[in-house]
């Protein structure tokens, strides 16, 4: 069983709780794209976590983890990661987590261009999460990057890592002018980094076609959501990678297995962290009350969140982009305070009424057609079985699945574990 837990929208849509709360299925979670800039916050009975790197299913002891070869890893994070975890009584070792080989590493001077490029870009920057991954990612396609493989190979890394330091110093120093890295330190750097990680390393393809022949179930966990796709998102305020289901076992490293299913995670309103066009976003006093009420703070970076109704343009197409077979619905508690609940059914383009999701600057154009449906205004957060829920709560629920065309199966009702409703 080979299923795929995705983002609808833009990104926190809650897919950490949905792949700690699912995972219970599941004998090995993958992530296979991004890298620190993700922020799965999992709330459960062993406490409050917030995951950058590591799979959300590190957190079930019987769960095997594995980071693959699509993800970027910055090593000095992915140490105080585990580190933080363990405090917590978390237990990871190369039994339960296992690290590609091909997985690319996130260097210091990566982190340094990106806070370098965005400081350049000024009132036009991307609103980059600052840790490297754009410069990184870019490296990948460049094919100047160090792969998590090559630690074993010391002598080989010093050379490719001067010839690299060498072309790198051309911007951070050249263009940029600022000081320039140095190979020594990073050398020393990788080989302390390369002791306490190399145990983790393995070709994570063969563990996981061989898993897949033995009968494993394996799941799929994707950072942000379908709008951030660098394909298929909102360019160039995207990430640097595929988030889309499609990718997922390019990502992990078994291009040859195909997904069984897709399960889209959808949140019952909007918030975007960053810049770009974000069409029906709320200003003003309407905007405060809803990111005060869905506590819409990045998990990653503290930023607040931009938020808005839920928006039927986008999300069709980001479950169209994804594939999803049927979707989980995150934080329907937070319209509780609501008597009506708007939602953003179409947008005008031109004085004409569109229903299709378009390109970067057709979106800067865009404005939102607004509908109004009634609220429940009554406390659902304790709400287990569909019987619990107000009709109004499941009339809302029915119009976004007619709405978006595609089943919604499991409502989230809270952070916690088990503060969910199966439908
Ligand atoms: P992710 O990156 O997609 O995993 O999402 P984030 O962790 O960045 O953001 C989701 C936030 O919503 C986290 O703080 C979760 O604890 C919280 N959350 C998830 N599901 C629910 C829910 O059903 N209700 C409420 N109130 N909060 C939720």
């Known amino acids: 069983m080979l299923t795929a837990i995705v983002g609808i929208n833009w990104g926190d849509e809650g897919k950490g709780r949905m792949v700690d709360l699912l995972s219970q299925d599941y004998d090995i979670v ?3 794209q991004g890298g620190n800039n993700a922020g799965h916050t999992v709330v459960n009975e062993r406490g409050k976590f917030i995951l950058n790197l590591l799979p959300s299913g590190i957190l079930r002891p019987e769960v095997t983890c594995v980071m693959g070869n699509g993800m970027v890893i910055d090593l000095t994070h992915l140490h105080k990661e585990i580190a933080s975890l363990r405090e917590k009584g978390v237990v990871i070792t190369p039994d339960n987590l296992k690290i590609s080989d091909r997985a690319i590493i996130c260097m210091p001077y990566h982190v340094r261009q990106d806070c370098l490029e965005e ?11 600052r840790r490297g991954i754009a410069p990184v990612y870019g490296d990948k396609y460049l094919k100047k990057v160090i792969r998590m ?6 002598e080989a890394l010093d050379k490719h890592l001067d010839s690299i330091v060498e072309w790198k110093n051309l911007f951070i120093e050249k263009a940029y002018g600022s000081t320039p890295i140095d190979a020594d330190d990073l050398k020393k750097h990788l080989k302390e980094l390369a002791d306490e990680f190399l145990p983790y390393v393995t070709d994570t393809g063969v563990f996981l076609n061989e898993s897949n022949k033995a009968g494993k179930r ?20 995207t990430s640097s990678s595929n988030t889309i289901a499609a990718y997922a076992p390019i990502g992990a490293g078994v291009p040859n297995l195909k997904l069984d299913n897709v399960i889209g995670i959808m949140k019952a309103y909007s918030s975007c962290v960053g810049e770009g066009p974000f069409v029906a976003e709320y200003f003003g006093e309407k905007g405060e009350r809803l ?11 503290g930023r607040p969140r931009r938020v808005g ?4 343009v986008a999300s069709r197409y980001g479950i169209r982009c994804q594939g999803a077979d049927e979707i989980a619905l995150t934080k329907l508690d937070v ?18 009424k569109i229903d299709t999701f378009p390109t970067t600057a057709l979106l800067n154009e ?6 109004t449906v009634k609220g429940w205004h009554t406390d659902i957060s304790k709400c287990r079985k569909k019987k619990d829920l107000p009709k109004e709560a499941l009339d809302y629920i029915k119009y976004l699945e007619n709405a978006c065309e595609c089943k919604i199966k499991y409502v989230s009702v809270g952070p916690e574990r088990e503060a969910y409703v199966k439908l």
């Open 149 to 154: 493989g090559d630690l074993r190979f010391p």
């Open 30 to 32: 993958v992530r296979y």
């Open 119 to 129: 400081d350049r870009l000024g009132d036009a920057k991307y609103g980059s999460t």
């Open 291 to 301: 990111r005060k009420l869905g506590a819409e703070y990045g998990a990653a970076t």
């Open 366 to 371: 865009c404005k939102p057609v607004l509908e």
């Open 218 to 237: 394996i799941m799929f966990e994707a950072q942000l959501g379908a709008l951030r796709d660098i394909d298929f998102g909102i360019n160039p305020y």
């Open 335 to 352: 319209l509780s305070d609501y008597d009506e609940i708007e939602v953003c059914t179409a947008y005008t383009l031109n004085c004409k």
């Open 309 to 312: 109704p839920f928006d039927v």
